[in-house]
């Protein structure tokens, strides 16, 4: 792959409706390349969400492109987009989303099972100890802390070395000092990566020296 970077050109999206046709992304236009972070913000509807499964290949554009590295995954089947996804993008949600029957250092090394290789079990490990769970990597996720399930989902995120993180919510559910170590976390293990979240809340916001907000279905740069 080629033009390492992530580039979202003229990008809307339209949902039908009973009423007719929802504009949510109304020519929407980003390039960042390895080491930019961002955060987009913007009122409940208005399209961050959208934006953000676009951007991780959940959801495709209605019309404009998005290219990773080169690569359109739009233009891939179901079985290599879901490689390219698992391979180039990692992904923290509101929900730490962890299995609960699995242990933190299996949740870590979930999306390591199609294609397991041998230093896996080692780097779950070192990222484990990284966000500071080392002595919980063998607790169930009941046994743990908001924060704590957070940080996990966070090592899950990075475990195959993603180009691009994307992060919907990621401290939405969270006490503002466990918001605040794991935006931290973010930004420190998430460096020399592209990283970009969508937030409504503002202290998350500021840790970012890059801000964006969706006004009318266009992304402008916040002031």
Known sequence: MSGAGLEVTNVSKDYVTGAGPLRVLAGVNLRL?????????????SGKSTLLHILGALDAPTSGTVTLNGVDPFTLNQREQAA???????????DHALLPQCTVLENVLVPTLVN???TAD??????LDRVGLAARIYHLP?????????RVALARALIRQPDLVLGDEPTGNLDAAS?????R???DIGRNRMLVI???????????????ELREGTLVRAQ
Not at 33 to 45: E, K, L, Q
Not at 143 to 149: D, P, Y
């Open 185 to 187: 976390l973010l930004l």
């Open 116 to 118: 397991r290789d041998r």
């Open 198 to 212: 969508v937030t409504h809340s503002a202290a998350l916001a500021a840790h970012f020296s890059q801000r964006f």
């Open 33 to 45: 390349v390895p080491g930019d972070a961002i955060a987009v913000m913007g009122p409940s509807g």
């Open 179 to 183: 918001a605040e170590t794991v935006a």
């Open 84 to 94: 390219f996804r698992n391979r180039h993008i990692g992904f923290v949600f509101q």
């Open 142 to 150: 009941a046994q743990l802390s908001g924060g704590e399930k957070q």
């Open 122 to 127: 080692t780097g779950a490990r070192e990222l």
